[in-house]
């Protein structure tokens, strides 16, 4: 199916006038009308608020176009099996098992591959060990912990960064707990230049750490957080990424 016609069949199976699901999702009528006619689609904003409102990925508002599969297991993903993070947002990254709340559940290359050939049994054509380890080690969850050395290494690496971030100093930016993996493309926002453009800074296809904050100033503006080994990035923004400010982008 098409994205026109998913967001149709979406829409009236909730019961949705075009008026009613413009209403939720902060655009006009004709807009939806204009999705459904296939004449435009959503924004990336706009279909992180339809994937909240309706329950689904985004990937399947688009109709599909990728073949989803655990970055950290190799499972291939169904919306039902996808990973939440905290504010119920999907990561179609990872499936539900392997990251949970934000955080993932193996740490250690063994151990999974230890899961997956129990997961197997005694099934003559499983993959051997050596197999299964050569297939994560060609997933992003793992190509982390391979770059870093290692489960305490890569553990280490994010105690320091949390420590960089909170020695900044930056007004208004509460102290940094947790770091979260996060697709490039969901955080890849696109900063306004001084001279009338827009850049991004990301690789939509990349993982990072990060998180999102709120300003300790109060309004509706938070603070969103995304690093890896090579620097750091803090900006602000309000709801739903709108009107983004690059506040500080460093190399480490």
């Given at each position: 199916m098409e994205t026109k016609d998913i967001i149709f069949e979406l829409r009236t199976k909730a019961g949705l006038s075009q008026d009613a699901l413009a209403e939720k999702v902060f655009v006009t009528r004709q807009a939806v009308s204009r999705w459904e006619t296939g004449e435009t689609t959503p924004n990336t904003e706009t279909l992180k608020l339809l994937s909240g409102l309706f329950d689904v990925s985004i990937n399947t508002l688009l109709g599909s176009p990728r073949q989803l599969i655990c970055q950290c297991c190799g499972?291939?993903?169904?919306?039902?099996?996808i990973s939440k993070e905290e504010d119920g947002s999907f990561n179609e990254e990872y499936c539900k098992w392997c990251h949970t709340n934000g955080e993932f559940v193996y740490h250690n290359l063994d151990q999974m591959t230890h899961f997956l050939t129990e997961h197997f049994g005694n099934n003559p054509a499983a993959p051997t060990e050596d197999q299964?380890?050569?297939?994560?080690?060609?997933?992003?969850y793992w190509k982390q912990y391979i770059a870093l050395g290692g489960e305490d290494n890569f553990i280490e690496?994010?105690?320091?960064?949390?420590?960089?971030?909170?020695?900044?100093?930056?007004?208004?930016?509460?102290?940094?707990?947790?770091?979260?993996?996060?697709?490039?493309?969901?955080?890849?926002?696109?900063?306004?230049?001084?001279?009338?453009?827009?850049m991004t800074l990301l690789d939509d296809n990349q993982i990072y750490l990060g998180t999102e904050l709120e300003s300790e100033f109060g309004g509706e503006r938070c603070f969103g957080i995304v690093c890896n080994m090579q620097f750091l990035l803090v900006c602000t923004y309000e709801a739903n990424g709108e009107n983004p400010e690059l506040i500080l982008y460093k190399q480490r």
């Open positions: 499972m291939p993903l169904e919306d039902i099996y299964l380890k050569e297939m994560l080690l060609n997933l992003d690496f994010k105690k320091k960064i949390i420590e960089e971030l909170n020695a900044l100093g930056i007004d208004g930016m509460p102290k940094v707990e947790k770091l979260h993996a996060l697709p490039g493309r969901y955080v890849n926002l696109a900063y306004p230049m001084p001279n009338g453009s827009s």
